[in-house]
């Protein structure tokens, strides 16, 4: 069984003056003192923005890699670790699921095999879940706000339209004018073959499926 701790400060002015991580140093293994265990490693994280996976830094997946069951993890608090509720669901249920303690000195000790893990996961699900959905909320925002500046949005760039350099949609005057002799021909009792044959001898290619999608949008 190893005992690991783990230590982590944001910026590199932090970690170039040290006190912090050295706070944090001197609060694991005075836990891990009390406990009666002896501290294998500490990882410490120089300058890593905490809204970064644990698995995604370079210390904190090393780390991760390198657990065996029975192993026992110490931080100093919850947000050194995760800033992310979803991120910190994750890693404690697959922490758990591999037998790997981890304790929070901030949370009163051992959030993966006691009386407090039942609360942290509790709180932690609610909070991934209000995260979850700032998150599409924040992404639906963000489309709609493209959608109306005419950005495209991903996937099959619609007839009539080119994305430019800057990530715009812009028109295509060929295009844009087989676009209105369609509708054209279409307000004036044209089936859709007959627009589709009319639109080929200006050398453009609709299939008809395309056709009613234009036509319809």
Excluded: W
Aim: hydrophobic letters at 45%; a positive charge.
């Amino acid at each position: 069984m190893a005992v690991y701790g783990y230590c982590r400060v944001s910026t590199l002015g932090q970690a170039d003056e040290g006190e912090s991580l050295a706070v944090q140093e001197r609060q694991i293994r005075g836990y891990a003192m009390q406990l009666g265990l002896e501290i294998d490693r500490i990882f410490v994280e120089r300058g890593i923005s905490g809204s970064k996976p644990l698995c995604d830094r370079p210390e904190g997946g090393i780390m991760l890699a390198g657990l065996r069951a029975g192993d026992t993890i110490i931080t100093s608090a919850l947000d050194r670790m995760f800033r992310s509720a979803l991120d910190a669901l994750a890693v404690l249920g697959d922490l758990k699921a591999r037998s790997v303690s981890l304790h929070m000195i901030d949370l009163g000790g051992d959030v993966t095999g006691n009386g407090i893990s039942k609360l942290v996961f509790t709180i932690l699900s609610a909070v991934a879940e209000a995260e979850r959905d700032r998150i599409r909320e924040r992404i639906t925002t963000v489309k709609a706000d493209q959608k109306n500046r005419g950005r495209y949005l991903g996937g099959k760039v619609p007839f009539g339209f080119a994305v430019s350099d800057a990530g715009d949609l812009v028109e295509v005057p060929k295009e844009q004018a087989a676009i209105a002799k369609a509708k054209a021909l279409r307000g004036a009792g044209y089936s859709f073959r007959a627009v589709q044959t009319a639109l080929q001898g200006d050398g453009v290619s609709l299939s008809l499926a395309a056709l009613h999608r234009i036509l319809s949008a």
